[in-house]
């Protein structure tokens, strides 16, 4: 076998420097994976994340004053490393939208979970017709809506008395002029913007001044409620009670009932019926 | 202790004192404490890729941050190997085409290569005659003195009459371009045999040197025994080539001539997943031709007619027999005995059943039985624990190299893919707030992006060997033999991995294989 030493030799060689980048830059890889970052003259330290959740496509992400990043159209969560322990404030923000703000505790090779509530400014409100108009109509029928028809038993038997919603393991309810939320699931499995409330196994979502009308879940989110408060109309409140406050946005004037079918809210106020979409 | 040669079969006989004549089929054949010990062998491999499976599934629950930084040093790992063997398969490409192209009777010119014979053994089942017809086809068109090719065409009893009629009409065809034609008929039920290529391939060789060789007095020394799967076509300077590595070798009856299996036959019509194996098989072999040190023998391959009376010949008792000869072999010549790259192509069959249903089924149970080689791990660890003759060190060496190659083939592809993503699943809570929870998909992700970008290199190999698009063919198919190498960590997982694990799981608990016949069909031109 003539040729085998000088192949054995290259095969040697080639294999020494696929070691050498295997045992130089497998260290590195896992040092940044877990959240070792390089500094200024050359300290290496530890940092934490952040990963941001129900982030609109086009969006843009500021940290401490910052801009970070704008998120592509097609993605809706944001994963932000290297950050210094300590607290953050987090901005999100879409053009005609309100701004969504938050302050977070960074701690060493952790990641805090934001969860991001964009509600638009004007959202797309219709109203759901009462009567097919005269010229569609077929001969011999009384003209009445079935679409209004149906929604109107609906929200006639939505009674707020003894109400409770739950979604994705997340439980809400009303009491009085209070409305709690308690975590279901496993409890090491609960969430960040649910505070793990051992002896009162129930968080205080939201201390109302005037009479709570109706609440529900934020269509498509168990992290965000509905509520219709009289005197503050229906609004958007985020459970999340991390500083600086609980993000809440108005979204109709008026307070009365509602309900959210198939991520869309229906409103019904007075005889109308109102259509109203968040995205 | 090791029990006689002199035994009749039945009673479990045990030839391993003399290891020119170490057959050992399974632990079945042995008694008592040596039974005990092939057994323990036998288990062996598949109890170390399921330990290493369920130590990575459990470790996701217990231990997932420990895992996640075994998994990113697996997957840089997983990227260098696979640019490493790139490495390799570029290298053996450029060799083959500058094979191709070479004029090997230039380059034995002065070389007295008159006096090889080359007797060749193609063993058939029941494949049809416009198969074995297209082999005997190149073999008659080799270029080559053809009046020097003893041909055997190999049937079995129990195909029936209509094998025996096919093989006799073929002899009549084309007895007169070879030296010699021999038709024989393996018998069915012979004892201590299991039905497959192994017992026919033998009984043909004992056949031929009786009725050829002694017969006609060639000189065994001078002989080569080529043994073809019966869809093998040669290219038109096989037999130049191997005369030239065989002339080449300081001692030729020390060496196994593996030439490099290309499955190129009925390429075009066969199915993606069924080109994808067929080319990953190509690829691994002309990477295995780059590694000459654990280079062994495969499907069709050639050794000297020395080497194999040394050995006593193919096993009759095993389905792996093509790998099996070359470690037979290797204990006959106390471990001096290796394998010689030849660089150069033979044209075999794709997996290409009558339905995609059947290819997927076919390609499953051909890749098993490829991968019940691991047969060979009992046969060779027994066999270096009695054996002193062969250095320690060289015992060691082959053994774990060949029982890595298993242990990856089974494992490797299953943590990459499957279990690369399940700390983050199973992790738990407190797991699943760390960055490095955050990490490990993002970084396993990119890194198999890159590792695939390294297959763009089995991509371009794979369409220059490639034969010509036949007219009734769309250009496009160009096309989805690229895109067709997106497939890999499919087929590797469901074509290579689990049928691996399948075969060492059944060697495992006793569950010994039988050979099973690649069904071949190819369309009527």
Same mark, same amino acid.
């Given at each position: 076998?003539?040729?085998?030493?000088?192949?054995?030799?290259?095969?040697?060689?080639?294999?020494?420097?696929?070691?050498?980048?295997?045992?130089?830059?497998?260290?590195?890889?896992?040092?940044?994976?877990?959240?070792?970052?390089?500094?200024?003259?050359?300290?290496?330290?530890?940092?934490?994340?952040?990963?941001?959740?129900?982030?609109?496509?086009?969006?843009?992400?500021?940290?401490?004053?910052?801009?970070?990043?704008?998120?592509?159209?097609?993605?809706?969560?944001?994963?932000?490393?290297?950050?210094?322990?300590?607290?953050?404030?987090?901005?999100?923000?879409?053009?005609?939208?309100?701004?969504?703000?938050?302050?977070?505790?960074?701690?060493?090779?952790?990641?805090?979970?934001?969860?991001?509530?964009?509600?638009?400014?004007?959202?797309?409100?219709?109203?759901?017709?009462?009567?097919?108009?005269?010229?569609?109509?077929?001969?011999?029928?009384?003209?009445?809506?079935?679409?209004?028809?149906?929604?109107?038993?609906?929200?006639?038997?939505?009674?707020?008395?003894?109400?409770?919603?739950?979604?994705?393991?997340?439980?809400?309810?009303?009491?009085?002029?209070?409305?709690?939320?308690?975590?279901?699931?496993?409890?090491?499995?609960?969430?960040?913007?649910?505070?793990?409330?051992?002896?009162?196994?129930?968080?205080?979502?939201?201390?109302?001044?005037?009479?709570?009308?109706?609440?529900?879940?934020?269509?498509?989110?168990?992290?965000?409620?509905?509520?219709?408060?009289?005197?503050?109309?229906?609004?958007?409140?985020?459970?999340?009670?991390?500083?600086?406050?609980?993000?809440?946005?108005?979204?109709?004037?008026?307070?009365?009932?509602?309900?959210?079918?198939?991520?869309?809210?229906?409103?019904?106020?007075?005889?109308?019926?109102?259509?109203?979409?968040?995205? | 202790?090791?029990?006689?040669?002199?035994?009749?079969?039945?009673?479990?006989?045990?030839?391993?004192?003399?290891?020119?004549?170490?057959?050992?089929?399974?632990?079945?054949?042995?008694?008592?404490?040596?039974?005990?010990?092939?057994?323990?062998?036998?288990?062996?491999?598949?109890?170390?890729?399921?330990?290493?499976?369920?130590?990575?599934?459990?470790?996701?629950?217990?231990?997932?941050?420990?895992?996640?930084?075994?998994?990113?040093?697996?997957?840089?790992?997983?990227?260098?190997?696979?640019?490493?063997?790139?490495?390799?398969?570029?290298?053996?490409?450029?060799?083959?085409?500058?094979?191709?192209?070479?004029?090997?009777?230039?380059?034995?010119?002065?070389?007295?290569?008159?006096?090889?014979?080359?007797?060749?053994?193609?063993?058939?089942?029941?494949?049809?005659?416009?198969?074995?017809?297209? &082999?005997?086809?190149?073999?008659?068109?080799?270029?080559?003195?053809?009046?020097?090719?003893?041909?055997?065409?190999?049937?079995?009893?129990?195909?029936?009459?209509?094998?025996?009629? %096919?093989?006799?009409?073929?002899?009549?065809?084309?007895?007169?371009?070879?030296?010699?034609?021999?038709?024989?008929?393996?018998?069915?039920?012979?004892?201590?045999?299991?039905?497959?290529?192994?017992?026919?391939?033998?009984?043909?060789?004992?056949?031929?040197?009786?009725?050829?060789?002694?017969?006609?007095?060639?000189?065994?020394?001078?002989?080569?025994?080529?043994?073809?799967?019966?869809?093998?076509?040669?290219?038109?300077?096989?037999?130049?080539?191997?005369?030239?590595?065989?002339?080449?070798?300081?001692?030729?009856?020390?060496?196994? !001539?593996?030439?490099?299996?290309?499955?190129?036959?009925?390429?075009?019509?066969?199915?993606?997943?069924?080109?994808?194996?067929?080319?990953?098989?190509?690829?691994?072999?002309?990477?295995?031709?780059?590694?000459?040190?654990?280079?062994?023998?495969?499907?069709?391959?050639?050794?000297?007619?020395?080497?194999?009376?040394?050995?006593?010949?193919?096993?009759?008792?095993?389905?792996?027999?093509?790998?099996?000869?070359?470690?037979?072999?290797?204990?006959?010549?106390?471990?001096?005995? !290796?394998?010689?790259?030849?660089?150069?192509?033979?044209?075999?069959?794709?997996?290409?059943?009558?339905?995609?249903?059947?290819?997927?089924?076919?390609?499953?149970?051909?890749?098993?039985?490829?991968?019940?080689?691991?047969?060979?791990?009992?046969? %060779?660890?027994?066999?270096?624990?009695?054996?002193?003759?062969?250095?320690?060190?060289?015992?060691?060496?082959?053994?774990?190299?060949?029982?890595?190659?298993?242990? &990856?083939?089974?494992?490797?592809?299953?943590?990459?893919?499957?279990?690369?993503?399940?700390?983050?699943?199973?992790?738990?809570?407190?797991?699943?707030?760390?960055?490095? &929870?955050?990490?490990?998909?993002?970084?396993?992700?990119? %890194?198999?992006?890159?590792?695939?970008?390294?297959?763009?290199?089995?991509?371009?190999?794979?369409?220059?060997?490639?034969?010509?698009?036949?007219?009734?063919?769309?250009?496009?198919?160009?096309?989805?033999?690229?895109?067709?190498?997106?497939?890999?960590?499919?087929?590797?997982?469901?074509?290579?991995?689990?049928?691996?694990?399948?075969?060492?799981?059944?060697?495992?608990?006793?569950? !010994?294989?039988?050979?099973?016949?690649?069904?071949?069909?190819?369309?009527?031109?």
């Amino acid at each position: 076998m003539p040729s085998v030493f000088s192949h054995i030799r290259r095969k040697n060689i080639i294999i020494g420097i696929l070691s050498a980048v295997f045992f130089l830059s497998v260290p590195l890889i896992i040092f940044y994976s877990s959240g070792y970052s390089l500094r200024t003259g050359f300290h290496v330290v530890k940092t934490g994340g952040i990963n941001l959740l129900f982030l609109p496509g086009g969006s843009s992400v500021s940290v401490d004053g910052k801009f970070y990043k704008k998120i592509p159209v097609f993605s809706d969560q944001l994963f932000i490393q290297g950050l210094n322990t300590g607290i953050h404030t987090i901005r999100a923000e879409k053009e005609n939208y309100y701004p969504w703000i938050k302050r977070l505790e960074i701690k060493a090779q952790k990641v805090a979970v934001g969860y991001v509530l964009l509600v638009p400014v004007n959202p797309e409100i219709k109203n759901i017709p009462r009567y097919i108009p005269i010229t569609g109509r077929k001969p011999g029928v009384d003209g009445q809506s079935r679409q209004y028809a149906d929604l109107s038993v609906i929200l006639q038997k939505n009674n707020i008395t003894g109400k409770i919603r739950i979604k994705k393991k997340v439980v809400i309810w009303r009491e009085g002029k209070r409305i709690f939320a308690r975590w279901k699931g496993r409890k090491k499995m609960t969430p960040e913007f649910l505070v793990d409330n051992f002896f009162f196994k129930k968080n205080l979502i939201y201390q109302a001044k005037g009479e709570i009308l109706d609440f529900d879940f934020y269509p498509g989110r168990n992290d965000t409620i509905l509520i219709s408060e009289h005197g503050h109309g229906i609004f958007t409140l985020e459970m999340d009670k991390r500083p600086p406050y609980q993000n809440a946005h108005k979204i109709m004037v008026n307070a009365c009932n509602f309900a959210v079918i198939n991520d869309i809210i229906y409103v019904h106020e007075n005889e109308k019926i109102i259509l109203v979409r968040l995205e | 202790m090791l029990q006689s040669a002199s035994i009749p079969a039945k009673k479990k006989i045990m030839p391993a004192i003399d290891f020119s004549r170490y057959k050992a089929g399974n632990a079945l054949e042995f008694s008592g404490r040596q039974k005990f010990i092939y057994r323990a062998l036998e288990i062996f491999p598949g109890l170390l890729s399921w330990s290493t499976l369920a130590v990575c599934v459990a470790a996701c629950f217990i231990a997932p941050m420990q895992i996640s930084i075994f998994i990113i040093a697996f997957d840089v790992y997983w990227l260098l190997k696979t640019l490493y063997l790139s490495i390799h398969l570029w290298n053996n490409w450029k060799k083959m085409e500058k094979n191709l192209k070479t004029d090997w009777k230039l380059k034995l010119a002065g070389r007295d290569y008159t006096e090889i014979w080359h007797l060749v053994i193609l063993p058939f089942y029941n494949e049809s005659g416009q198969i074995i017809e297209k &082999s005997l086809k190149a073999l008659a068109e080799a270029d080559y003195d053809t009046k020097k090719l003893a041909v055997v065409l190999a049937a079995e009893e129990k195909a029936g009459k209509n094998a025996e009629e %096919l093989a006799s009409g073929l002899c009549k065809k084309y007895k007169k371009h070879f030296g010699y034609f021999l038709v024989s008929i393996h018998p069915e039920n012979l004892p201590g045999e299991q039905p497959g290529k192994g017992a026919n391939t033998s009984w043909a060789c004992s056949l031929a040197r009786k009725k050829i060789i002694e017969k006609n007095h060639l000189p065994e020394k001078n002989i080569i025994v080529s043994v073809f799967d019966i869809d093998t076509v040669i290219y038109p300077q096989y037999f130049l080539c191997l005369s030239w590595n065989y002339l080449e070798q300081k001692n030729p009856e020390l060496a196994a !001539y593996q030439p490099v299996p290309v499955f190129n036959n009925n390429i075009w019509e066969a199915s993606a997943v069924s080109r994808l194996m067929a080319y990953s098989c190509t690829f691994w072999h002309m990477i295995q031709q780059e590694t000459v040190n654990r280079l062994t023998t495969f499907s069709s391959h050639a050794h000297s007619l020395t080497a194999l009376k040394k050995s006593g010949f193919w096993q009759k008792n095993i389905v792996s027999e093509d790998s099996r000869i070359y470690w037979n072999c290797f204990f006959a010549s106390r471990g001096n005995y !290796y394998t010689v790259p030849m660089v150069y192509p033979v044209s075999m069959d794709a997996n290409a059943g009558k339905t995609w249903l059947e290819t997927i089924i076919n390609i499953y149970k051909q890749q098993r039985r490829w991968c019940w080689g691991v047969e060979n791990i009992p046969y %060779l660890a027994f066999g270096f624990l009695f054996n002193k003759e062969i250095p320690f060190f060289k015992k060691i060496y082959v053994f774990i190299t060949q029982l890595f190659d298993f242990w &990856s083939l089974a494992t490797n592809p299953l943590i990459i893919f499957i279990l690369g993503w399940m700390p983050v699943l199973f992790g738990g809570t407190q797991f699943n707030t760390t960055v490095l &929870s955050y990490n490990l998909p993002i970084v396993t992700r990119n %890194l198999m992006i890159i590792t695939m970008l390294s297959l763009s290199v089995c991509a371009a190999i794979s369409v220059r060997l490639m034969p010509e698009l036949p007219e009734r063919m769309k250009k496009t198919r160009f096309f989805h033999v690229i895109m067709q190498w997106v497939l890999i960590p499919v087929t590797i997982n469901f074509f290579s991995a689990l049928p691996a694990l399948d075969a060492q799981t059944r060697l495992m608990f006793g569950r !010994y294989m039988n050979f099973w016949v690649t069904p071949k069909h190819r369309r009527k031109n």
